[in-house]
């Protein structure tokens, strides 16, 4: 193998599991990596080349799934359970120190590594200082070569104000969204719809790598599932 | 089905013997793996391209090249394999190989060609680079041998005639302004790397001397006597951070003119030269499938089939399209 270099395409899941998480939102968090293994199980091209990893946030962050094939036997899914606060800062920096070993650690085992891509869910705003934050941010997406593309998403009391600085890269050819729980839409349900879209741009990514692209497709705003909106950066100034 | 059995990717091997002794028949298909196979290779339904009825999943070739003495100067083969992704998601082989001797029996001119994925039409620049650009090649030898061969004229040719296709195709299609388009929005429609090599079939001293020029990252390799493979441009994408998937292809014509490289191939030795879709799992050749590819081509295969099953060979997570053509010298008597 030490020549070869088969190419992989890392997804990180990064989810909020502070106190107000409890209940059905919980239920749905959990529910959403059983879909992602459904869905992989249906694209075998995609499924060979997809790694998939899970960090949760509290007052801490923990990796509760570390990046994987999910479609590997010997893999078993976490059970996500509340706790805590709701720390950004901690999630940015498990994020990136994941990321730099994971794929220092692929790229040993002789692949090549597409862009990291990480959806982000929370559902309240931060509890570590502004400035505490956004260093860990600015570590996780500047002067930092293995950079992913992040995808904020927003449901219940998310701060779109706050969600909107995580969006990387921000501009450009390559700029990534954010997702929105829309007035009135049961959180739980738009967590369930979110996971829709992780599950969607996934399979839309791999067919862009068979087709010669290299990076993160988002679906487009008409494919969206109604009570969920997609925004850019420039939406919140 | 009585009595056959599936193997662990697929392929279905029945003992014929078994199922009935009377048979006047024998043989059996079954499929190469270099390690771990992937899900893909067992699991892809391959579905046909809605627009590209005609364009074949697999096409190949397997010839020997004779002497004024009906003597065997060298033996050929090539293939061009739809790769997994394009059977999975419905769409065309976008790779492409030509070959030809020239009239005069002196050289052999080998092309090959792997259009750029993201262009709906670049199957089409394939063709051309790879079919018209060896028969455009394989004319002007007969005036000028490769040593001087104005390499940068050629190419800017071959990159016309990609663009002219192209506006046309586009025409017919309905574009409207298809004529006024830059070469770079045809090129975003059709485009495609090219490596060709010119075979001298009249050896110095056993050894048959090669030029190979490229536009792109398709990639010639001499396997060399001891199974080493020695690839004769740059190995892509090494350093490099994450895989990008940036190519030099034409009609784009590179900024620099076209400098070839040369080398010689002599008999137990073989020059392949292949796209990325076998030259990335290849690597620097000192992997799984450089020992697997040593192994099966270090003589000529038997057939044209044969070696399009070896360039078919799965591999988890190498899913493009594969095309590779081999050319082994045969020793005088």
């Given at each position: 193998?030490?020549?070869e ?5 890392p ?21 959403i ?79 090549q ?10 559902d309240?705003d931060p ?9 860990a ?49 049961n ?25 010669g692209?290299s ?8 494919d969206?599932?109604?009570?969920i909106?997609?925004?850019?950066s420039?939406?919140f100034? | ?7 662990h ?9 078994d ?36 364009r ?15 003597k ?7 293939a ?22 020239t009239?005069?029996?002196?050289h052999l001119?080998?092309g ?12 089409r ?41 192209g506006?046309?195709r ?6 409207a ?60 994408n ?8 940036s ?23 073989a ?23 040593t ?12 070696f399009?099953?070896h ?14 053509v081999a ?7």
């Amino acid at each position: 193998m030490e020549s070869e270099k088969a190419k992989l395409l890392p997804f990180y899941l990064v989810i909020d599991v502070s106190v107000s998480m409890t209940g059905d939102k919980l239920k749905q968090a959990n529910a959403i990596m059983p879909a992602v293994v459904d869905a992989l199980a249906d694209a075998p091209i995609l499924s060979d080349k997809v790694r998939f990893g899970v960090i949760d946030f509290g007052s801490d962050a923990q990796v509760r799934l570390p990046l994987c094939d999910l479609l590997d036997e010997n893999v078993s899914l976490p059970a996500l359970t509340v706790r805590g606060a709701t720390s950004f800062a901690a999630a940015f920096r498990l994020l990136r120190a994941e990321i730099e070993s994971n794929v220092k650690q692929l790229k040993a085992d002789g692949f090549q590594v597409h862009r990291p891509a990480v959806f982000f869910i929370s559902d309240g705003d931060p509890t570590d200082r502004e400035d505490d934050w956004r260093g860990a941010f600015a570590e996780l997406t500047e002067n930092f070569p293995i950079y992913p593309n992040f995808v904020p998403c927003g449901v219940d009391d998310a701060n779109p104000k706050i969600l909107a600085n995580l969006i990387h890269p921000a501009t450009g050819p390559k700029a990534m969204q954010m997702y929105l729980m829309q007035n009135g839409q049961n959180p739980a349900d738009a967590i369930a719809m979110i996971a829709e879209i992780l599950i969607s741009s996934m399979l839309a990514s791999g067919q862009s790598i068979a087709q010669g692209g290299s990076g993160l497709l988002l679906p487009d705003k008409q494919d969206l599932p109604s009570g969920i909106s997609a925004h850019s950066s420039e939406d919140f100034v | 089905m009585a009595g056959s059995t599936e193997t662990h990717h697929g392929a279905v091997a029945v003992p014929v013997a078994d199922a009935d002794p009377t048979a006047d028949w024998r043989g059996q298909f079954e499929s190469f793996a270099v390690g771990e196979p992937g899900r893909a290779a067992s699991l892809v339904v391959p579905v046909p391209d809605p627009d590209g009825w005609d364009r074949r999943d697999t096409v190949l070739d397997g010839v020997a090249l004779l002497d004024g003495a009906k003597k065997r100067v060298a033996e050929v083969r090539a293939a061009s394999v739809r790769g997994l992704s394009h059977r999975a998601y419905g769409t065309v082989r976008q790779d492409e190989y030509g070959f030809r001797r020239t009239s005069d029996g002196r050289h052999l001119v080998i092309g090959v060609a792997d259009g750029v994925s993201s262009g709906k039409h670049s199957h089409r620049a394939a063709l051309i680079a790879a079919r018209k650009g060896v028969e455009m090649l394989a004319r002007a030898l007969r005036s000028t041998g490769p040593e001087t061969f104005p390499w940068a004229d050629f190419v800017r040719a071959v990159a016309n005639r990609i663009e002219r296709s192209g506006r046309d195709r586009l025409i017919t299609k309905g574009v409207a302004d298809a004529e006024g388009m830059s070469v770079r929005e045809v090129a975003e429609h059709l485009a495609t790397t090219v490596l060709y090599a010119v075979v001298d079939l009249v050896p110095v001293n056993g050894a048959h001397d090669v030029h190979v020029v490229s536009v792109g990252d398709t990639s010639a390799w001499v396997l060399r006597a001891g199974g080493r493979w020695e690839p004769l441009e740059a190995v892509k994408n090494d350093g490099a951070e994450l895989h990008s998937s940036s190519v030099q292809a034409l009609p784009m014509v590179p900024g620099t003119a076209p400098v070839p490289v040369r080398t010689t191939v002599a008999p137990g030795e073989a020059l392949v030269v292949m796209t990325d879709g076998i030259g990335d799992p290849l690597g620097h050749g000192t992997g799984a499938v450089g020992r697997f590819l040593t192994d099966v081509w270090s003589t000529p295969p038997a057939s044209g089939l044969e070696f399009a099953a070896h360039v078919g060979f799965s591999r988890k997570s190498f899913d493009d399209d594969r095309t590779a053509v081999a050319f082994w010298p045969v020793a005088r008597a």
